[in-house]
């Protein structure tokens, strides 16, 4: 099989979900934004937004109030997560960056879902960690949480796609293997 250093990366990348407590370093952390800004976007607006926070305590006021979005939600699952108090929607991840946009053109979320990949792929080549994180996605219109994103730097005016958790990963948790499922590619010749 045909390879390369940027097929490999793809190939060998993983999402963790267990980080030690080393943080990413300024330099490399700088390298994995600017590689965000390097993905491919609709028009080439540009519309979107990088919100990087590496301070433990405001990275867990981010966490509780959208715990707290949880607990008052419909869902029993999420509201089993909101009383859950080891519940932590980054993995105690030592940096998470929030990925918005403005939300009036349609390709909005996919412009964050392409720079997203490009800070899994930069992370990756650094030896760092990534997994998407939904969470503050999916509470960004609750008022506590985006009270808390507001204040944190994110525009008013957009809404978060996604979120990156940023580190390096716990060398006592395996990594799962890769599997390919079969019948999902086709191939029209």
């Given at each position: 099989m045909k390879t390369n250093e940027v097929l490999e990366n793809i190939r060998t990348r993983r999402s963790i979900r267990a980080y030690t407590s080393q943080p990413v370093a300024e330099e490399d952390l700088q390298l994995i934004l600017e590689a965000a800004t390097y993905?491919?976007?609709?028009?080439?607006?540009?519309?979107?937004?990088?919100?990087a926070i590496q301070d433990a305590e405001k990275l867990k006021e981010l966490n509780r109030r959208i715990k707290g979005a949880f607990a008052r939600s419909d869902d029993p699952r999420l509201q089993e997560r909101g009383h859950n108090e080891n519940y932590c929607c980054y993995y105690h991840a030592p940096a998470l960056v929030i990925v918005s946009n403005e939300p009036v053109q349609w390709w909005a979320s996919m412009d964050c879902a392409c720079a997203i990949e490009n800070m899994f792929l930069a992370a990756h080549s650094l030896g760092i960690g990534s997994c998407w994180i939904n969470q503050p996605g999916s509470t960004c219109d609750d008022y506590e949480v985006r009270e808390l994103l507001t204040a944190l730097g994110v525009p008013t005016h957009h809404r978060v796609y996604?979120?990156?958790?940023?580190?390096?990963?716990?060398?006592?948790?395996?990594?799962?293997?890769?599997?390919?499922?079969?019948?999902?590619?086709?191939m029209v010749r």
């Open positions: 993905a491919p976007n609709g028009m080439h607006y540009e519309t979107w937004h990088f919100t996604g979120c990156v958790a940023l580190g390096y990963a716990d060398p006592l948790v395996p990594l799962k293997e890769k599997v390919v499922k079969a019948g999902c590619i086709t």
